[in-house]
């Protein structure tokens, strides 16, 4: 018979806390896989519902660009002067879009709290950018608009080096378009990216307002223009009488160029190719905020008779705690 030897009872203790601490292991190992593909699933979640609501946003901003080309083509059929008293020209402040396009018949429905957009809301407007001076006309190289736009960036307090800056650049960029090996920079196609030209964002910043980037030369519609614009586009009008005219207009808008001239109480041979009384480029602005995302969309649109073409859209993307769309003056903003 074999004596067996006792085993002491530290070694057994040891043994038993071997055995628990890999136990113990084993389940933090296995909890944290748990919770990484829990992670992940909630993680495709968050990823799948963000692309459901861009993709929602999107549709709906591409209705409201819609919407507002008909309101601008009704416009047009009315005929007549583009002024800031018809209907276009009232900007829709932020409704929650289930009312909003449920209404009918001056009845609203009961908002259905399933739906998944029942907390999106919807604004927007359209701004005349024919009541800014266009940049595009400075390849003219007329004298009259040089003056105009000296006059502007004078009354601005703008240094005239950064008008020359801009005017030396647009025309490097216009001789260099046919010639695709020229280091010249692009033609900018948008007032922000006179950034391509080198000028400072904040002389773009105090240009915004007053100043667009249209693809064709345009004149300054005097129905909607501010009292900057207009004073700078009439030679020898004084500041006083440009803010009567802004004043007057609001009672009874111009419809004819030389109806204008004689409110202004400028003479009737007073240069008038860079004046008009109606507009042909829009921009639509529009703002869907879908619970805690912001989406903003702006597009340029032309209007040529009866037919409203979009020529360019750009759309912004943040959360509810970004800054929306840059405002723009009451003066010029109008319904989406």
Not at 139 to 168: C, D, H, K, M, Y
Request: glycine share 4%; net charge neutral.
């Amino acid at each position: 018979m074999i004596a067996t030897r006792p085993v002491h009872p530290a070694a057994r203790r040891t043994s038993r806390g071997a055995a628990l601490l890999t136990a113990m292991l084993t389940v933090t190992l296995v909890a944290t896989f748990a919770a990484t593909a829990l992670w992940q699933q909630w993680r495709l979640v968050e990823v799948e519902t963000a692309e459901r609501a861009r993709a929602q946003a999107a549709w709906i901003l591409l209705g409201a660009l819609d919407w507002s080309r008909v309101v601008l083509r009704e416009d047009a059929r009315s005929g007549g002067p583009d002024h800031l008293a018809e209907p276009w020209a009232v900007p829709l402040q932020e409704a929650k879009l289930s009312s909003f396009l449920a209404a009918e018949g001056n009845v609203s429905q009961v908002d259905d709290a399933s739906t998944e957009t029942s907390n999106a809301f919807l604004s927007g407007e359209i701004i005349d950018l024919q009541s800014r001076m266009n940049l595009r006309n400075l390849l003219q190289r007329n004298e009259t608009v040089e003056l105009a736009f000296s006059r502007l960036f004078e009354r601005l307090g703008l240094p005239a080096s950064s008008l020359q800056q801009i005017v030396v650049g647009l025309r490097m960029a216009q001789a260099a378009g046919a010639n695709p090996d020229s280091t010249a920079p692009l033609m900018p196609r948008t007032l922000a990216q006179l950034g391509w030209l080198g000028v400072a964002p904040e002389i773009i910043a105090r240009l915004e307002p007053h100043v667009t980037m249209l693809p064709t030369p345009t004149p300054v519609n005097l129905n909607t223009a501010s009292a900057e614009v207009i004073w700078a586009s009439v030679k020898d009008l004084d500041w006083a009488r440009a803010n009567q005219f802004i004043q007057a207009r609001e009672a009874s808008p111009v419809r004819t160029v030389a109806d204008a001239l004689q409110r202004l109480g400028m003479p009737s041979d007073t240069k008038q190719d860079l004046l008009a009384f109606s507009s042909s480029f829009f921009e639509i602005r529009g703002r869907l905020r879908l619970g805690e995302t912001v989406v903003s969309e702006r597009s340029l649109v032309h209007r040529n008779g009866m037919n409203v073409v979009t020529l360019w859209r750009e759309r912004g993307h943040w959360t509810s705690q970004n800054l929306p769309l840059p405002e723009s003056s009451p003066a010029r903003t109008s319904r989406l």
